[in-house]
């Protein structure tokens, strides 16, 4: 672990930067220090004495991936992996189900008691988190929420697990656990970060189509740990999923500009309290079918989003700009309109002059009504000359 | 037309509202006279010697348009009604197509040339509104836009048509039409307020299922007017609607909360300018659709349903607070841990302690960097008992 307080990639992750006003944070010009990438840094460090394997060659991972998925090509079954989910809720459980359909073994640890559904379903289940780890499993699959990976992934007894453990997770944002693998992992575990762009209710009818979006963040080329990552992608490629590989920062740009975005929606109109009238239109489904799917989240899910994605405070402004417009339209149209009417005295369409009004008040319409405001929508015509009127109250 | 100056609907249309402060405007209590719903009044008062029709008859209706939907149940063939469409854009002609489909003649004007158009759909077009009318349609629809409806109706030689004439809208309000129709339109003239609750885009494969709202607001029983109605109803039974009867006001009630705000959703996020990405989710595709959708109306259609519906603006009232709360409750989140850290000096898990930073700053983050909050987002752990450290900067 010492060798990484080296690494810029641990460092970046826990910088306290709110704490230090701009003008006492060290700046890259004081320091007269050359950057480094996180990435480039990586490759090139060694740590305890043999080299960090560079990032996965891609087209060879993908041909060792369709491999596993068609294992007949190779003429041989392959063996199944021994799979340790971190965190069983909602999530780990629907993963749970690809996994032993696709023949490999699953056990599981969570902070919950799961024991009797695992051995329901041909499950491991341990209580413990240290009796997990004693069975090394060969991937350590992190299914916790966003807000707990931290503190889990930190109580994890590293020391137990086979030195080639590939860590995978399957958080919602990618950036935040790449970070968190490549601080707290010793530098020979393997690293995959993905996001099954779906999840129980979505994916509740098979995975045909479905993005899987993976990240080979660090894995030893020309090892079992290339191997058991090409089987362990090749789970999601044989369910049919639409595999993107994507780094974790362009997963977490596009993240926020639609998965976000799509929860905020939902997040909104669920303080609406929509309900279904006899007069829905398709449109209208749609949203009520939204906002439905997004309650069926925690709470917990869409604070993550919004807290561990650095471009979400961004699209939150993006789209407190877009309703201003919105409204601003809107009024602004109205208040032209009464403009004209107030101070250039421009009379509207059907709108009795003010003279008139002695004629009317038996008919004014009840409180309620008086909120129409339908009589002040269309702009003055042409042929309505301004004319001089008396002000108000004479 | 003299004696509708008497009608509250009539009157209650065109009140200069907002330009009377409510000091100066006359009260209920103030007038000393009863108060009558515009429905009361018109059941109960006569115009031109003859009764005014009571409200049709709901159930008589239905199955007189059952038997208009089915004619060889009553053994003969229905002679077709001849429809005048007044209005002939993207909706008129949309309407036009059932209308000939279901054995309908009709005829059209409009203030664009729709000459050609008609030609080939064996339409009767007429470039003047008053030569229309003197073909005497037993139908008029009125397929205006919201805002230019009243322009248009008023201009309407009223006198040339027969005296049992039937006026329809398919305007998506319908509160505003059904007034000005009361206002307008000799007594003797039937009415139907309808909203097909589709339009080209989402009835494009057909209108099985699809709701269709009508209001009979004042349509003569026992008479010819009285079939014609119901032979107008039948064309959107045959198509395959889902009939909802449904009073004016009720729909301007139900379509705020529905229409409306999906309308608002659609144009906030028009100005986003969302962009499909590899990772798409379901929700996400059904926005990206929703403002496909709401942006091929004008917006001058999403200004009537604001400008024109009595309950829109609380809509937009209530989203406005909607989005408020969601926001609070992300930010007031995030302002509470940082507080705790900034006040009450309670360090956070993984965050190194300020004394700390001097050892990191060769790694500090680039500026985009700097935006992640990630290391602030979980709430401190019971265990990390609260410690003074030293003030910034110090």
Do not use: E
């Given at each position: 672990m010492a060798a990484f307080q080296f690494c810029p990639c641990a460092q970046q992750?826990?910088?306290?930067?709110?704490?230090?006003p701009p003008s006492l944070a060290p700046t890259r010009a004081s320091t007269k220090i050359p950057m480094f990438t996180p990435h480039n840094n990586l490759l090139s460090a060694k740590f305890s004495g043999k080299p960090i394997p560079a990032k996965f060659n891609g087209s060879h991972l993908k041909s060792q991936i369709r491999a596993c998925a068609n294992p007949d090509s190779k003429g041989s079954k392959e063996e199944g992996l021994r799979i340790g989910i971190v965190g069983f809720g909602n999530f780990g459980q629907f993963m749970a189900k690809a996994l032993i359909r696709q023949g490999h073994s699953v056990l599981a640890t969570s902070r919950s008691d799961y024991s009797q559904y695992c051995e329901k379903h041909g499950i491991e289940y341990y209580s413990k988190m240290e009796e997990m780890c004693e069975q090394q499993p060969d991937v350590v699959l992190v299914c916790t929420s966003i807000l707990s990976a931290e503190n889990i992934l930190r109580s994890i007894?590293?020391?137990?697990?086979?030195?080639d453990t590939i860590f995978a997770d399957v958080l919602s944002v990618k950036q935040f656990p790449k970070n968190l693998f490549l601080e707290i992992l010793p530098p020979e575990f393997g690293i995959i970060c993905t996001h099954p762009m779906f999840g129980p209710e979505s994916g509740k009818n098979g995975w045909s189509g479905l993005p899987f979006v993976y990240d080979n963040v660090r894995i030893a080329q020309g090892t079992e740990q290339e191997k058991s990552c090409a089987k362990f992608l090749s789970i999601f490629e044989n369910e049919g999923c639409r595999m993107v590989e994507m780094s974790c920062e362009e997963h977490d740009r596009h993240a926020a500009g639609s998965q976000f975005i799509t929860h905020t929606i939902g997040r909104i109109l669920s303080h609406l309290d929509l309900e279904s009238t006899p007069i829905n239109t398709r449109g209208y489904e749609t949203l009520l079918q939204l906002t439905e799917n997004t309650v069926s989240d925690s709470f917990d899910l869409y604070y993550g989003l919004f807290m561990y994605n650095v471009n979400a405070t961004e699209q939150i402004e993006n789209l407190d700009r877009a309703f201003e417009t919105v409204k601003q339209k809107l009024f602004g149209r109205l208040h032209d309109i009464l403009r004209k009417q107030i101070i250039e005295r421009v009379p509207h369409q059907g709108v009795p002059s003010i003279r008139d009004t002695t004629k009317t008040p038996y008919f004014l319409p009840k409180r309620e009504e008086m909120?129409?405001?339908?009589?002040?929508a269309m702009p003055p015509q042409k042929e309505e000359l301004p004319q001089k009127t008396e002000v108000l109250g004479r």
């Open positions: 992750v826990h910088q306290p930067k709110l704490l230090l007894p590293v020391h137990k697990l086979k030195p909120r129409d405001l339908s009589s002040f």
